[in-house]
């Protein structure tokens, strides 16, 4: 189980700001979440899939990339052959 101050700290290592008057509510459903992962954990090897597992990914396959020109012909703005974008803050 995890406290109030607990969740601060770990909102702090994210940060994710969490107003004091939704802590109490958040940390209790932070807590019935953990709370479903163990009970996954108690379950064993006897509850493995009916289905043999495959992936729906598809595999890489190598392709040439575009040339540069053509990729700057396309964005709004370039600067020193790169794509330019507005700054993140």
Known sequence: MVNESDVRRIAELADVGIPAEVLPTFTAQFNRILEYF???????????AKRPLHTVLREDVVSPSLPQEAVLANAAEDEDGFVKAPRVM
């Open 38 to 48: 163990d009970i996954l954990d108690t379950l064993g090897d006897e509850c493995t």
